[in-house]
């Protein structure tokens, strides 16, 4: 997989007489197979606009985006996302609920029970796959999105805010279960958070966005999934002096964004 | 506080539940009770006891002689009526076929207004093309009384069944479409991407996606809609008609028969009420999750 986004810009019309808003302004950003590029910045800075570019959901006003050697021209299947809440259809049990993609790809029944066997064994989900997806906890269905979004063989997994709607200790459990997936999967993930210490802890590099107009004002690279992949403890990860030193410095860049609104 | 009163405090506690305990009970035993969301609790007492008033001043004043059976009839004198007419007939016909009668026109322009109405409200929310056409016709005739362009059915539809279905139909139709079209906004946007992002075609949204989402709101439009029907059988059954419920209420009125009248009055509201009640079985099997996500 990779993924090039050339000069990028998006322009919102004006509405009611208002000027028009550049939600993202001259974009570069690529990515390569296995990368986990987390994107943050203060509200209003584009970092969905950007993940609805990739996804295809949204054309660019100028510029392009290339996923492997061809430009993106619409939605697709190469390219599978995770949304923050209200995306899984509750008239759905759990199995069928992550079969949805398969279904509409016109998989023989099989097919799609083993390939979603897989996924709710992987996901811990087994002994729910009768269950209605709304008498689940919100980090079950969390795991029901993801597996949904697995099921169809992505090479780029888009997550919009997964975790933003879970309570702080399921959070920290499905960043661990994500990066595992992640480096199990060996697929490439966009991945949009509000929490600067979940982007440090999970990404290999952070872009930092500032609003008006949207564009990326700073790149790191993050060395901190690797340590916890390797054995090191989320939560040593997370307070080792090294974390809390660049999770500051990016804290710093975010708040002077929010303050000069 | 004294004693006594936390006696009595405890005897209500225990009988916590009936509606005496409940309104003399002077603070909240649960939590919330008092400062949780306006409305809650349970009304089916209430409502029964607010039954048993109505049916016992309207026995009241009938058994007093204070108004003349002519106006308002003894709630006994209906129930005689009822068993007469169930056994004997209204004007030759059965109680049972007048039922019948009525029940097919409702039932046969409310499956036609759904069979129309559903899809054509589910395009019109789809496709501008499709609302900028029906929008104005189905706006125009919605808020217009079925009796004000009844005259018009008979003179384009005659006075046969036509006319009569005709007319409750579009009583049913507005609704239904109007519930249709607002249904399709029901699917979140997450929900529609998710579905675009597996490589879903338009066809395939709007069949996994947009019906199944606005189904709550269909099937509301529907109970709605058949509400508008049973209020336009009388008008329809105005037009030449030898049976039917709404036709018996009419000639009895003519006749001075308020028993009739009233009888007829609540057999309409029973079967309406029955149906509402299998229509909200039917909404609890095929939308359980209606405003769980």
Sequence with gaps: MSLKIENATVIYPGTDGRPPTEALQQINLSMDDGDFVVSIGASGCGKSTLLNLIAGFLAPSDGRIILDGSAVEGPGADRSVVFQKHALLPWLNVRNNIEFGLMLQGNAKEERSKVADHYIKLLGLSGFEDSPVYDLSGGMQQRVGIARALTCDPKLLLMDEPLGALDALTREKAQELILQLWHDTGKSVFFITHSVEEALFMGTRLVVMSPRPGRITHEFELPFSKQFLEGTSARSVKASPEFIEIREEVLAIIFADEEAV | ???????????????????????????????????????????????????????????????????????????????????????????????????????????????????????????????????????????????????????????????????????????????????????????????????????????????????????????????????????????AEMVAATKGIGYMVLTASQFLQTAVVIMGIVVIAGIAYLFDLLMRLIERKVVPWKGKM
């Design chain 2, 1 to 235: 506080m004294s004693v006594t009163s936390n006696e009595n405090g405890k005897k209500e506690q225990s009988a916590s539940g009936s509606l005496i305990s409940r309104l003399a009970r002077e603070r909240p035993t649960r939590p919330g009770e008092t400062y949780g969301v306006p409305g809650s609790g349970d009304t089916l007492l209430l409502s029964l006891a607010t039954i048993a008033v109505l049916l016992f001043v309207w026995w009241l004043i009938t058994a007093m002689g204070w108004v003349k059976p002519l106006f308002v009839p003894s709630p006994q004198s209906i129930v005689t009526k009822f068993i007469s007419i169930w056994q004997d007939g209204f004007t030759g016909s059965s109680l049972w076929l007048h039922i019948l009668i009525s029940a097919g026109r409702v039932f046969s322009a409310f499956l036609l207004a759904c069979a129309i109405g559903i899809p054509l409200g589910l395009a019109m929310g789809m496709s501008p093309l499709i609302r900028g056409i029906f929008d104005p016709p189905i706006e125009f005739y919605r808020p217009i009384p079925p009796l004000a362009y009844l005259p018009l059915m008979i003179i384009w539809f005659g006075i046969g069944e036509t006319s009569k279905v005709l007319l409750i139909f579009l009583s049913v139709f507005a609704p239904v479409a109007l519930g249709a079209r607002a249904g399709v906004r029901s699917a979140a946007i997450e929900q529609i991407h998710a579905a675009y992002s597996f490589g879903a075609t338009r066809w395939q949204v709007l069949r996994h996606v947009i019906l199944p989402a606005a189904m709550p709101e269909i099937i509301t439009a529907m109970r709605i809609g058949i509400g508008f029907g049973w209020t336009t059988l009388v008008a």
